[in-house]
């Protein structure tokens, strides 16, 4: 079974930081390629960093230069380091693990920034 639990969502105050974490069981993350993805109240939910099994990041370019998506093979968890915050990077954010087995998506955490 696999499992994806995130954690690490709070509130900051704009020009904050955060680190969320996002911990999987039944699955190895350094196979597979891991995104983290966000969705806003009434908005669709959008992906915000991928990085794939040959570690290569991809960013949304709203995030570019803040948020930084990372993997410890080791912990079987990855990160995403969010820099400089802005009240719109408000959200619910999820983590995604895209495998041969399927897709799979963690619960999500909130992450609240305050002007």
């Known amino acids: 079974q696999v499992q994806l639990v995130e954690s690490g969502g709070g509130l900051a105050q704009a020009g904050g930081s955060l680190r969320l974490s996002c911990a999987a069981s039944?699955?190895?993350?350094?196979?597979?390629?891991i995104g983290w993805h966000r969705q806003a109240p009434g908005k669709q939910r959008d992906v915000v960093a991928v990085?794939?099994?040959?570690?290569?990041?991809n960013y949304a370019d709203s995030v570019k230069g803040r948020f930084t998506i990372s993997r410890d093979n080791t912990k079987n968890t990855v990160y995403l380091q969010m820099n400089s915050l802005k009240p719109e990077d408000t959200a619910v954010y999820y983590c995604?693990?895209?495998?041969?087995?399927?897709?799979?998506w963690g619960q999500g955490t909130q992450v609240t920034v305050s002007s």
């Open positions: 990085i794939n099994s040959g570690g290569t990041t």
């Open positions: 039944g699955i190895s993350f350094s196979s597979n390629a």
């Open positions: 995604k693990a895209v495998s041969l087995k399927g897709i799979y």
